[in-house]
Structures are given as structure tokens and as C-alpha cells.
């Protein structure tokens, strides 16, 4: 279905997108994986499968449960690393004419900055650091909760990447405005909000009289989190200048009006990717018919008056 107009034509801070509706890192893996369900090409765009400089295996205990209002992952980053990506996946994602955001994570400063000088040569315009994944050891979250030791990671990628630079942002921290003022001072371009939150999930099984339990801990994500999501967007838009995406619990169209109430420029869509795989282009189309209906001239006029 085409859904492609100008009335969703979204501006963020220099990145052009079609609409302002994408899919969240790590939900739709690397370019064609749903595209037996949606026309990607009607997205506004795709934030791919963390990368990092090197293939990880990710984590070996249980990588996934179900909640009742979503998810408890950890699938501790498994990728196929940056040389693979750039031969095997970049490619394919290019051909698609779609707009695409490439989110890299390391264990160090040095390699992320390795891993932008690759994108910057490469010539990819967008990229996603992700300095808040709970599921590695090293790396990410021990960036993402403090703001110096993010200041300068931003600040060393900053000096090294020229395109659009996309920092994600972690929940699990004090004061959400203090790391998302670090990275606009170093640089960032825009900030995503939120990512998963810690959890715990233990299963009980009572055998012969004695409690057999099974407990993942890892990222949680999906509808609970909503609140959380909005919460951090609102105290974001009190204090930065540059755009916000929201992320978290997005599952209606109704949710998207609400971040951007909140004071999101746009959205991503995660955990409901797994239940609903073309949820993100019906999203797009239904976002549409809003705007008409309701007679708005277009995406930023329906954000004035969400936020009036």
C-alpha cells in the first residue's frame, strides 16, 4: 500500500525522513527480514541490529520471556559485526531506497570510535550509539549512566563522524537530563528514548515438594514501560534543543500522539514488531488518515497543537 506523503514529511534537525514512524533497533534485524509483511519503503526508516567491530555470539542463558505487558530480553547484542554488515548487509540495505540508521556499540571508547570512522568513510548518514543495552558486561550502560563518561564518547565519535549522530538513551539512571544534556553538549544531533528498563522474570515449578526456579534477567520492553517512556520524553523536551525520538510501549496510534505530545519529533517501534510485524507501516497509513481527517495541514502542525 502507499502510504508516501508529504503531509508526514519529517524534519530532524537535517535528517529528512518521509514520515516520522521507524522501527527500533534490534526488532527488525538488519534490512529484509519483514519484508514478507510491509512495504519497508513506506517507513520513515529502519534502525539496524546493534553492530559492533566485532561478530559477538551473544549471551548463552535464556534470551527471552514473555510478560504480561511484554518482554524480558537478553540476547546480550549478538551480531554479525561490522566486516560482515558492510559486505553482506549494507549493500542490500542501500538498494532498498529507504532511509536507514545504523546503531553501533562497543566495550570502549576506542572502539566506537573505530566503528564511526567506518561509517563516516562508508558514507552511512545516520547512526545510532547504543550506550544503554543492560545485556553486555562491558560497554554500553557503563557509557549511557554517567554523564562525563558519555560526554566523551560522544564528544571522540563526534570528531570523527560528520553525519547524523543519534544517541540512545538509557531509563536506569538518576536523571535523564543530565546524560541527554551530555550528549547534546558533545554533539548529538538527536537522542532516543527510552531504551529497555532492567527486569527480572522467575518461573516456579513445585516438584516433589521443592521449588525448581528458572529466572532471566535482561532489558524490559513493551506496553508497561509507556509511562516510563513518556515520563523521560517530557523531562527531555524540558531541557534539549535538539529532536527527541520516543521509544517504548508503542503500540496504537493513540500512543504515538502521546509521545508527541510529550515532546517527541518521532517515534520508534519495538517490542510490538515481534506480535504485529506490519504494525509499523499500518501505523504510517493510519497516522495519515488522521492528519486528513482532522484537517491538519501536516505533521507539524498536528505536534503544535498536541503540545499547545
Known sequence: MAVITDILNTDLNGLILKNPIMTASGTYGYNSEYEDFIDVSNLGAIVTKA?????????????????????????????????????????VLKSKNINFIVNIAGSTIDEYIELSKICETRKIKAIELNVSCPNVKSGCLEFGTDENSLYELVNSVRQEYKGFLIVKLTPNVTSVEKIGLAAQKAGADAVSAINTLKGSSIKLNLINGKFQKTTISGGYSG???????????????????????????????????????????????????????????????????????NGFKDINELKKELRA
Not at 555470539?57 to 504480561?68: H, V
Request: glycine share 10%; hydrophobic share 45%.
Open 51 to 91: 553492530i559492533s567491530l566485532r561478530p559477538r555470539a551473544g549471551n548463552k542463558n535464556i534470551r527471552i520471556t514473555e510478560t504480561k505487558a511484554g518482554m524480558i530480553n537478553s540476547i546480550g547484542l549478538e551480531n554479525v559485526g561490522i566486516d560482515k554488515f558492510l559486505t553482506d548487509k549494507l549493500t
Open 223 to 293: 506496553y508497561g514501560i509507556k509511562p516510563v517512556a513518556i515520563g523521560a520524553v517530557l523531562r527531555l523536551s524540558k531541557v534539549l534543543n535538539i529532536p527527541i525520538i520516543g521509544i517504548g510501549g508503542i503500540e496504537t496510534l493513540e500512543d504515538i500522539l502521546e509521545f508527541f505530545a510529550a515532546g517527541a519529533n518521532a517515534v520508534q517501534i519495538g517490542t510490538a514488531n515481534f506480535t504485529h510485524p506490519d504494525i509499523a507501516e499500518k501505523l504510517v497509513l493510519e497516522l495519515k488518515e488522521y492528519i486528513i481527517k
